[in-house]
C-alpha cells in the first residue's frame, strides 16, 4: 500500500466525551490559514508549536504542515523547550487557544510568538487543503542524558515508517486508534496521530494519561490499536474495575521501556489481550515489532525487523554475530532522519555502510527476533575493574514477580565505582530474598552494593526513568 499525504484529512477525534468529525478539524485548520500564513516572516525557516493532547492543537499542528517550512514540534511543558542545539531566535511558535497563556514563555526564549484566535464554528466551509505537505519536521530525543537534541526526519521517512506499521499489523481504516502517548513525542507522534491521520480512522485522544480516563474511553467506542508505555499498561492492569473490564484495542503495542513479566500476565489475564513488545527510536521510528499469536509471546522479546528493516548484532555490521551471541545492536532502514538539529543545519549520524549504530545491546535468535540487554552507554567499571552491562543485573531483578521496573547506575563511593539499583515495586518487596536472587544467578563483581525498592520511579515527562533523579535516591539526597 502506497500512501498520498497529500490526500490526508484531520482524523475525527472523541474527546471528553464529544465527537469532533473530520470536517469540522479540517474546518477549524482552514480558517486559521490566512492567519498563520500572514504570521510568518519571509526570512523564517522554521515554525513551532507545542503539540498538546488538544483538539485546537491538532488543528493548528495540520494548519502548519500546509506551509513549505518544516514542522518543530515541541512538548507543551516549557521547561522542556530547551535543546541542544537551540531553537534558532525569532522562530515563530504558534499557540492555539487552549495555549495562549504559554505565550510570555516563547518570548523569554526568544522566540516570535504568535496566539492563534478563537475558531469561529462554521466560518470556514472545508475546502479541499493539501495537508501535510511540509517537507518534514523536527522532534526530540528524551533527554534522558542530557538536553533533549532535535532530530529532523522528512515527511516522506514517516509515510513509510506509518506504512510499516500498517503492513505489519495489518491494519485498515477500520481500526480506531487511541492517543494516550504525548503528541509531542516521536512516539506518541507516528503511532497515534500519523497513524490514524494516514488510515482515515478515528482517534480517541486522552489529554493526559490516567487510568480513569483511558478505561472510560475504551468503554465509549471499538478501537483497533494502542501504542502505550509499561507504565500505563501496569496502571491498566492493577487499576480497579467498577464492572467487567472494557474491550481494549486488539493491538496493544508496548515500547519506551521494559515489560516485565508480572504486569505482561496481569495485563493479559485481565483483558485477553497480550501486550506486543516493540523497539524503535526517535532517529528512525518503528524497527521491530512481536508479531506472535497471544498465546507465544515473550514479554522480554520485541519480535522481528518491520517490513523494510535489516538487523544484524556485533562490533562491526559486515561480520555479525552468530545467532544468541549478545552485542550491539545496528539496523539497515529505508527511512531514517536527515539529521540532528534544525533543518537546514544539520549534523548526520555517522553509519557505516547503510547500516546505523545503536546504543542498545541485544541478541538475535534463530528466527531473527530480538531480545534486548541494556545499553552500551549505560555500560561501566568497578571499583575491581569488572565492566558492568545493566542489562544483565536488570534480566534477573526484572525476574521477580513484584519488580515492575528497574534502573542501575554507577554510583561513586570512597573505594571508587559501585552498583547501584533502584526497583519499582508497588508491594513490600523482601530486599533480602532479591539479593538471594542475584546472588544465585551472577558473578559477585555484577551483585548490588547499594540496593533499594521505590513504588514508582521518578520519571521524566516521556515516561523514561529520570536518572539523575534515581541516583539521588540512591545515594540518599532529596535534591
Not at 76 to 82: C, N, S
Not at 189 to 214: K, N, W, Y
Request: hydrophobic share 45%; proline share 11%.
Amino acid at each position: 500500500m502506497t500512501l498520498d499525504p497529500r490526500l490526508a484529512r484531520p482524523p475525527a477525534i472523541v474527546f471528553k466525551g464529544r465527537s469532533w468529525p473530520s470536517e469540522e478539524l479540517a474546518a477549524i485548520a482552514g480558517g486559521w490559514l490566512d492567519f498563520v500564513h500572514a504570521s510568518v516572516p519571509p526570512a523564517a525557516e522554521l515554525t513551532a508549536l507545542p503539540l498538546a493532547n488538544y483538539v485546537d492543537a491538532i488543528a493548528l499542528f495540520f494548519a502548519l504542515s500546509t506551509l513549505p517550512r518544516p514542522v518543530v514540534i515541541l512538548p507543551p511543558d516549557p521547561r522542556a523547550w530547551q535543546s541542544r542545539p537551540a531553537l534558532p531566535a525569532e522562530t515563530p511558535i504558534f499557540l492555539p487557544p487552549s495555549l495562549a497563556t504559554l505565550a510570555g514563555k516563547g518570548d523569554a526564549l526568544g522566540l516570535r510568538t504568535v496566539v492563534l484566535p478563537d475558531p469561529r464554528p462554521g466560518s470556514a466551509a472545508p475546502r479541499r487543503t493539501p495537508f501535510l505537505t511540509s517537507p518534514g519536521f523536527v522532534n526530540f530525543t528524551s533527554g534522558s542524558t542530557g538536553l533533549p537534541q532535535p532530530v529532523y526526519i522528512l515527511t516522506r521517512s514517516f509515510v513509510r515508517q506509518t506504512e510499516a506499521i500498517l503492513e505489519a499489523c495489518r491494519l485498515a481504516s477500520a481500526h480506531a486508534v487511541v492517543a494516550t502517548l504525548p503528541l509531542s513525542t516521536h512516539y506518541g507522534f507516528g503511532q497515534a496521530l500519523l497513524l490514524a491521520t494516514l488510515l482515515g480512522s478515528p482517534l480517541g485522544l486522552v489529554e493526559r494519561f490516567d487510568h480513569r480516563s483511558v478505561l472510560r474511553l475504551f468503554a465509549e467506542g471499538t478501537y483497533g490499536y494502542w501504542a502505550a508505555t509499561p507504565l500505563m499498561v501496569d496502571a491498566l492492569a492493577r487499576a480497579p474495575l467498577s464492572g467487567p473490564a472494557p474491550a481494549v484495542p486488539g493491538i496493544c503495542h508496548v515500547s519506551a521501556g521494559r515489560l516485565s513479566g508480572r504486569v505482561f500476565r496481569a495485563f493479559r489475564d485481565r483483558f485477553g489481550v497480550a501486550p506486543r513488545p516493540n523497539y524503535g527510536q526517535t532517529e528512525n521510528g518503528f524497527i521491530t515489532v512481536n508479531t506472535a499469536p497471544d498465546d507465544r509471546i515473550d514479554p522480554g522479546n520485541v519480535g522481528r525487523p518491520a517490513p523494510g528493516i535489516e538487523l544484524r548484532i556485533g562490533e562491526d555490521p559486515a561480520e555479525p554475530y552468530p545467532a544468541g551471541q549478545l552485542g550491539r545492536v545496528w539496523y539497515r532502514s529505508p527511512w531514517y532522519m536527515e539529521g540532528y538539529g534544525f533543518p537546514p543545519r544539520l549534523a548526520p549520524r555517522e553509519h557505516r555502510g547503510g547500516w546505523w549504530p545503536t546504543r542498545d545491546v541485544g541478541a538475535l535468535d534463530a528466527a531473527g527476533s530480538l531480545t534486548l540487554a541494556g545499553r552500551i552507554d549505560d555500560c561501566f567499571k568497578t571499583a575491581s575493574g569488572y565492566l558492568v552491562n545493566p542489562g544483565e543485573i536488570t534480566n534477573v531483578l526484572m525476574g521477580h514477580p513484584a519488580v515492575s521496573d528497574v534502573v542501575i547506575l554507577p554510583l561513586t563511593s570512597s573505594a571508587g565505582t559501585d552498583i547501584g539499583a533502584l526497583v519499582e515495586s508497588d508491594g513490600g518487596i523482601d530486599l533480602d530474598a532479591l539479593r538471594v536472587a542475584v546472588a544465585r544467578a551472577l558473578p559477585p563483581w555484577l551483585h548490588p552494593q547499594r540496593l533499594a525498592a521505590i513504588e514508582a520511579l521518578p520519571r521524566l515527562a516521556g515516561g523514561k526513568p529520570d536518572r539523575a533523579a534515581c541516583r539521588a535516591l540512591l545515594l540518599g539526597r532529596t535534591d
